[in-house]
């Protein structure tokens, strides 16, 4: 499942190139700026759920509000591929 692919990514030597499956929006509310300090601007008012695959397993991340404009642009876009350069794990529950 996803720490399948998790340690796979982590274990390749060149980024991995992986399909996204879907995208969601969502609207951050003031108690997420406030918990992370990030400015609101247009560019983050939103955050977004991309659902990736490698063809085996899936794995849904949160996309960096700092490339929002990527998705408002189209250039991040269902059924299109990427390269995954970097990451970063969190855990918020």
């Known amino acids: 499942g996803v720490d399948t692919l998790r340690d796979a990514l982590a274990e390749r030597s060149e980024p991995p190139n992986l399909q996204v499956i879907s995208l ?3 609207m951050l509310d003031p108690t997420w700026h406030a918990e992370t300090g990030v400015q609101v601007t247009s560019a983050c008012g939103d955050a977004f759920d991309v659902v990736l ?6 794995l849904k991340v949160v996309l960096s509000t700092a490339l929002n404009e990527l998705v408002y642009s ?5 059924r299109g591929v990427v390269t995954v350069r970097g990451w970063e794990a969190r855990a918020d529950e």
């Open 53 to 58: 695959s490698d063809g085996a397993h899936i």
């Open 24 to 26: 969601h929006r969502f």
């Open 74 to 78: 189209g250039r991040l876009e269902p």
